[in-house]
C-alpha cells in the first residue's frame, strides 16, 4: 500500500520530480485545443516526465477536450484527490443554509470528546476553522509511522497523538475534512458521502462521479495510473483518504460542479459568500475552494488534488461562466509557473486562439 504521503499529497505544496521511466512522446492531440492551450499542456507531459495530460476546458455553451502523451480518454473516470474538499465543505455550507449548523459551531458541539490530548480541544475548534484550514489539527497523512488509518476515528486518533500547530493560522490539513465528514453525519445521520450524491452529485447529473468506500477498483472507463517510479497504481484502497479526498470523477464532472458551485446553482448567496470568503487566511484559501490570481489580473476559484497515481486541477471563474480542469496519471506536483501557464492560456484574453 502506499505511504500516507504518497496515499493523499498536500496540495499548494510544490515537488518537482519525474518519473523513473520514460514518458511517451508529448505530442498533443489539438482536437479542439487553442494553440496556447496544446503548448502548454505537452510541457505538463515533458516538463513532469509524466505519462499523460488531458484537458477539458467550457464556457457553458462549448467545450475543448485534448491530450498529450497516450493513454487518458475524454471520459475517464479517475482519483479526484482533494478536490473532494470541495464536494465535502459545499455539503456543509447547504446544511448551515438550512440552519442544521452553524458555521461557528465548536467541534464539541457536534462530536462531543473527539478532540482531545496532547494540547488538542475541540471545544475552541469551529467547523469555519475546519473549513478554512486554520484548525491547527495536525495532519494525519504527515505522520509517516502510523498505521495506515481505515476509518475516520483512527486518522483523528493518528492526528491527536501530536501538538496542534496555532489556532487561527492557515496550514493545510487533511485532518480537518476527516472531522467534517464525521460532521456532516451527526447532523445528518448519513455518510457524508451519502450527503454529497444525493445535494450534488444526483441533481448535476455527475454521471462519472462517486465516492468509492472499500473499492479498491476505478468504474470504466478508466486509463492507468501510476506511481512516480512508474508502478501501476490504478488499484488501491481508498479509505484512508476517505472525506479529505476519495472522490472518483471525470474531466467533464468535475467541470459541471465548480460550473454550478461558482455560478450559484448549489449555494444561497450568503453560503456563497462565505466559500469564497479568504479573510482568515490573508487570500490563500477560502472554505474548500482557493483563488489564483492570473497573468492577466484575473482570479479563479476551485482546487486540486493530489492522491496516489493522479494529479488534477480544476478552476472556474467566480461566476461559474468558465471552467478548465485538467490532469495527470501520476502522482506528481505541477510546478506552480506551469500551472498559471495552463490557466492563463484558457482564462486570460490574451490568449491565443
Known amino acids: 500500500m502506499p505511504t500516507l504521503r504518497t496515499l493523499l499529497a498536500i496540495p499548494l505544496a510544490v515537488v518537482l520530480c519525474g518519473l523513473g521511466t520514460p514518458a511517451l512522446p508529448a505530442e498533443p492531440d489539438r482536437t479542439g485545443l487553442k494553440d496556447a492551450q496544446a503548448t502548454e499542456l505537452a510541457r505538463l507531459v515533458t516538463d513532469t516526465g509524466a505519462p499523460a495530460a488531458a484537458l477539458l476546458t467550457a464556457d457553458g455553451h462549448h467545450s475543448r477536450f485534448g491530450t ?45 470528546g473527539l478532540i482531545r490530548g496532547h494540547g488538542n480541544d475541540g471545544r475552541h475548534l ?14 494525519y497523512t504527515a505522520d509517516s509511522t502510523a498505521p495506515v ?24 490539513s487533511n485532518t480537518n475534512y476527516v472531522v467534517l465528514g464525521m460532521v456532516v453525519q451527526q447532523v445528518t445521520g448519513h455518510p457524508y458521502a451519502d ?15 462517486s465516492f468509492p468506500g472499500a473499492r479498491t477498483t476505478l468504474p470504466t ?14 488499484a488501491l484502497d481508498p479509505r484512508p483518504a476517505g472525506a479529505a479526498g476519495e472522490l472518483i470523477s471525470t474531466l467533464a464532472d468535475l467541470s459541471r460542479f465548480y460550473a454550478a458551485l461558482l455560478g450559484g446553482a448549489l449555494l444561497p448567496a450568503p453560503q456563497r459568500r462565505e466559500l469564497l470568503d479568504t479573510a482568515a487566511t490573508h487570500g490563500v484559501y477560502g472554505l474548500g475552494v482557493y483563488p489564483r490570481r492570473l497573468s492577466c489580473g484575473l482570479t479563479v476559484w476551485g482546487h486540486n488534488g493530489h492522491i496516489s497515481g493522479s494529479v488534477v486541477r480544476a478552476a472556474a471563474t467566480a461566476d461559474g461562466r468558465r471552467t478548465a480542469v485538467f490532469r495527470i496519471n501520476t502522482d506528481l506536483s505541477i510546478s506552480p509557473s506551469l500551472e498559471l501557464s495552463l490557466l492563463d492560456a484558457e482564462f486570460c484574453p490574451a490568449a491565443t486562439p
Do not use: C
Not at 478536490?83 to 458541539?109: C, I, N, P
Open 195 to 209: 450527503e454529497a450524491e444525493r445535494r450534488i452529485i444526483t441533481p448535476l447529473r455527475l454521471t462519472g462521479t
Open 149 to 172: 488509518p481505515l476509518t475516520p476515528s483512527q486518522a483523528v486518533h493518528t492526528a491527536l497523538t501530536h501538538s496542534p500547530g496555532p489556532l487561527g493560522a492557515y496550514a493545510y
Open 126 to 139: 469551529t467547523l469555519r476553522s475546519l473549513l478554512s484550514h486554520t484548525s491547527g489539527l495536525f495532519p
Open 68 to 112: 498529450a502523451g497516450s493513454g487518458l480518454g475524454r471520459d475517464d473516470r479517475f482519483r479526484a484527490g482533494s478536490v473532494t474538499k470541495s464536494f465535502v465543505a459545499t455539503v456543509v455550507l447547504q446544511l448551515a443554509a438550512e440552519g442544521r449548523l452553524r458555521l461557528d459551531d465548536t467541534v464539541e458541539q457536534h462530536l462531543p
Open 221 to 234: 472507463p478508466h486509463s492507468r495510473a501510476y506511481s512516480p517510479d512508474g508502478q501501476d497504481v490504478t
